[in-house]
């Protein structure tokens, strides 16, 4: 069974250009979340998908990110426009369950690290 | 906020020996608390959750205990390996919340 997926896992941009993340959860996988982590920090929670409708968007730090999950498969993050302070990696993660019940496996990605000049 | 605590020193120990780890919250005790393992440039990978009425949970050589009192877990790793060596992280949900924030993570080294 394929884990989930990342694209891209690395990435270069100019302050000011835009970056799309994609994500590709584990099949049957309704819920799913953005994380990142900036150098130094701890990761930390930006978001969660229950299929295609935003459960908790409290950890977005402001509207220059966005995030969709269309027909509540693979979802995308956007950066537009990068700021230096974006730099990090950014991680999606996805499980069958939400935290705390039964089947409470979260199943991370490898990340996107993301490099903004 | 919740706020969770863990070593920001390496541990460094030798095979064979069992590696403890803490993992301290403040506040308010969360429903659960998890612990993950993180490899360089990879993603956390999920270990084991314990409930918040659990006091102690195994598997395999691995032994995460739950002391809501002192607001702390620990986590052990008996017969430590060199493989073992890694970034373990805490991670448990904020109040009103069930998505799980982490703490900073405590790096093992095992030696040979």
């Known amino acids: 069974e394929a884990g989930v997926t990342q694209f891209p896992s690395h990435s270069v941009i100019e302050k000011g250009q835009t970056v799309t993340l994609r994500c590709d959860p584990i099949?049957?996988?309704?819920?799913l979340y953005w994380y990142r982590r900036v150098m130094g920090k701890e990761i930390k929670f930006l978001l969660h998908?229950?299929?295609?409708?935003?459960?908790?968007e409290s950890g977005m730090p402001n509207n220059r990110f966005l995030a969709e999950r269309t027909g509540g498969t693979y979802s995308t993050l956007k950066v537009q426009p990068a700021e230096l302070e974006d730099s990090g990696v950014y991680f999606c993660?996805?499980?069958?369950?939400?935290?705390?019940?039964?089947?409470?496996?979260?199943?991370f990605g490898e990340g996107s690290w993301l490099t903004v000049v | 906020s919740q706020k969770i605590e863990q070593n920001s020193e390496a541990l460094n120990i030798q095979e064979g020996k069992t590696a403890t780890l803490t993992c301290n919250y403040t506040?308010?005790?969360?429903?659960?608390l998890q612990w993950y393992r993180q490899d360089p440039g990879r993603g956390p990978v999920f270990l084991l959750l314990?409930?918040?009425?659990?006091k102690e949970k195994r598997k395999e050589r691995l032994k995460v205990t739950f002391d809501t009192t002192l607001k702390q877990s620990l986590f052990h790793i008996t017969a430590s390996q060199p493989a073992d060596s890694a970034t373990y992280l805490c991670?448990?949900?904020?109040?009103?919340?069930?998505?799980?924030?982490f703490g900073r993570g405590t790096s093992l080294i095992v030696h040979p």
């Open positions: 991670a448990l949900p904020p109040g009103g919340s069930y998505i799980p924030t």
């Open positions: 993660a996805s499980s069958q369950e939400i935290p705390g019940n039964s089947g409470n496996t979260i199943y």
């Open positions: 099949s049957g996988h309704d819920n």
């Open positions: 314990i409930r918040e009425n659990e």
């Open positions: 998908f229950v299929k295609e409708s935003k459960q908790d």
């Open positions: 506040n308010y005790s969360p429903a659960y």
